[in-house]
């Protein structure tokens, strides 16, 4: 069976390297690489939102469901709460707001051939109109529940009508994810391909080798299809084998030089994409051992468990996932290569029971046994350890509540949600850099809280020594297969080099990654794009951190690496 699969894999890359230089006739210029680009960049950053609403909406379908098993007196004194929140709107999770990509890409989209420029336009025309439903949509169940209608509304139809409309709109989102996927690869395909031998297209290859059975299994696993699962699992184990033993010396640190004296060497991180990709292998194991034993995922089976829970954030860009991992790669590719785009989230309306809603009428009450879902002992079960360096701004700039004790608070809140195994240190900055914690365990919480609690701030940032000497405690504490990260908290005041950011970049390629909280009540535009550039050389997250988003921003860098 591996021989067979083997062959078919070589025989995959051989079509390709042959095949794709005839099909077009003409070269791509960069202005045609970057309109397509941007046609992926627009769907992907309208589906990450999705992944927002998607969390949201499944709380509310949870509650509502809850609801309507209780009788009449007990559904009196229930109630429920529900937060829009615009997450095509949140600009700490762009670079470019969906809205100005989508006027961007209209604009760029004259470089392109009409044949496919127009069908294209259309489709994230369809797409902006449908995140344009979904956020009126989150606004109207606010409103629902801000009102208590679901009091007056006995059988809820009117909260089960606003979650169909939901489900109807992911599903014109899916369509409307793949028709672009489809139309910008056909334009792409009408132009001449960089040559086979060209070592560029050789790692985008392999890495498209190990992507597409990737997005088979997802597919296969949302489809119910069992059989195509394995067949797709057995696929992607034998191009995992094919290319770790074609890159079983470099790895980590496979390198393509540039063509030219003057380009940048460009560092494929085989190592990490293998490692998500055996897990999505294994994962897809697990969906079918759990098919075979008919083991309940509550409340629609294992399919949609596996799909939305494991296998999308293994895939997708929130967790780092192997499509961020090749377009990352296209990013800063010497030849014109076409980005992938990601896989959204399913959202399947739960009912009480079955497949459809469930009257209940004041004569004849419906009260069920509920079962009771065992809650994870820690938001951080099932992801890496952490092993985190805070390195804190406290210069004079940050003697403010919205700064240096939003920052406190910020770090306790963490530190309440960790696990013994999870470690912190603390380095401060101002004048001369100085370890203030050495890593310490989160159970050892009053040495924690006492050196968060002896900050003061004053004296002039001092960015490039404070990272130096951050950088060094992480070095020391580093875990293998474990979140490590410095956490930077500033107000942004200090100025950056170019050897600062090769230091970040060089760190950032050894998996010891750079995130930045900025604290203050307003941005500057030339300050922000300062620090996002830190962050995008660290590999990691920039968040304007307020009072709202202080949980989820604390939560989420802990949750960098799922290990199950």
Known sequence: MFDHILQKSCFFILILSFVQ?????????K???????????????????LWGFHMN????NNAIVKLHKQSPSARASQSISYKHEDFTANKESYYMLPAEQYVRVLKRSQYIDPDYRYPLNETISSIDKTMTSLVTLSKEIEAYTKADLYQTDFNLEKAYSLLDQSQALFIAFNNQQQRINQLVHQAAASYKAPAP?????QHSTQLKLLTEPCR????????????EVKRSAEFLKAAIELVALEEAEG?????????????????????FVLSQSNKIHDIAQEYLQAIQEETNYPPHGPAYYFYNKKLTYLFNRYGRGVVLQYNKFVDESEVRLIKLTEEPHWFKVQYVDGDDPVAVTAETPKEPTI????EPASPLEGYAANNLVFLLDVSSSMNRPEKIGLLKSSIKQLVELMRPEDRVSIVKYSGNAKVVLEMTSSSERDSIYKAIESLEPGGRSQIGSGLNLAFSVLEEAYISDGNNKIILATDGAFETDRKLLKRITGNAKSDRLLSIFFFGKREEAEQKARLLKMTNAGDGNYIHVKEDNLYDTMLNEARRIRTN
Do not use: C
Not at 216 to 227: D, H, P, R, T
Not at 371 to 374: A, S
């Open 31 to 49: 202005y045609v690489q970057g309109t397509l680009n941007n046609y992926i960049e627009l769907t992907n950053d309208n589906m990450h939102a």
């Open 57 to 60: 909406l499944r709380r509310f």
């Open 371 to 374: 079962k009771k879902e065992v």
């Open 197 to 201: 031998d060209n070592e560029y297209m």
């Open 216 to 227: 088979e299994i997802l597919q296969a696993v949302k489809s119910g299809n069992s059989k």
């Open 21 to 29: 230089p005839i099909i077009g006739q003409k070269s791509m210029d």
């Open 251 to 271: 790895m980590n640190k496979a390198r393509i030089k540039g063509q030219a004296w003057w380009t940048k060497e460009l560092q494929v991180r085989y190592d």
